[in-house]
């Protein structure tokens, strides 16, 4: 659970610097080192001290899925079905975006929604 406290002399120590993933742009196989390259820069974009004093702790996206299937494992996979939904060009099915987001690097998350 990601808790936060607002504080006006943190605020930009808590901005990044470089801008994150985009969305609406094209995966491809690779995305799965992108993520990890991403996953690094933002964790070098927050360091540990800034966190610590405003009470946030770094997950990667894997773990933080992980959490949230655990809380509400119903919502997540109904969010889920909501993507493969708005997908229509090509068509997609809830497979089909539980395999992107597991070749995105969310291989424990994908794993606990499909053990349901």
Do not use: N, W, Y
């Given at each position: 659970?990601?808790?936060?406290?607002?504080?006006?002399?943190?605020?930009?120590?808590?901005?990044?610097?470089?801008?994150?993933?985009?969305?609406?742009?094209p995966?491809?196989?690779?995305?799965?080192?992108?993520?990890?390259?991403?996953?690094?820069?933002?964790?070098?974009?927050?360091?540990?001290?800034?966190?610590?004093q405003?009470?946030?702790?770094?997950?990667?996206?894997?773990?933080?899925?992980?959490?949230?299937?655990?809380?509400?494992?119903?919502?997540?996979?109904?969010?889920?079905?909501?993507?493969?939904?708005?997908?229509?060009?090509?068509?997609?099915?809830?497979?089909?975006?539980?395999?992107?987001?597991?070749?995105?690097?969310?291989?424990?998350?994908?794993?606990?929604?499909?053990?349901?």
């Amino acid at each position: 659970m990601l808790r936060f406290r607002t504080s006006p002399d943190l605020h930009d120590e808590l901005v990044p610097i470089d801008r994150i993933h985009r969305h609406g742009e094209p995966h491809d196989e690779a995305d799965g080192e992108e993520l990890d390259r991403l996953t690094d820069r933002v964790a070098e974009g927050f360091p540990a001290a800034v966190l610590q004093q405003c009470d946030i702790e770094a997950k990667s996206p894997d773990d933080f899925v992980l959490d949230q299937v655990g809380i509400d494992g119903l919502t997540v996979t109904a969010c889920v079905q909501q993507i493969a939904d708005s997908r229509t060009r090509p068509p997609q099915d809830t497979e089909d975006v539980l395999s992107q987001l597991e070749r995105d690097g969310l291989v424990e998350s994908i794993a606990a929604l499909r053990a349901g």
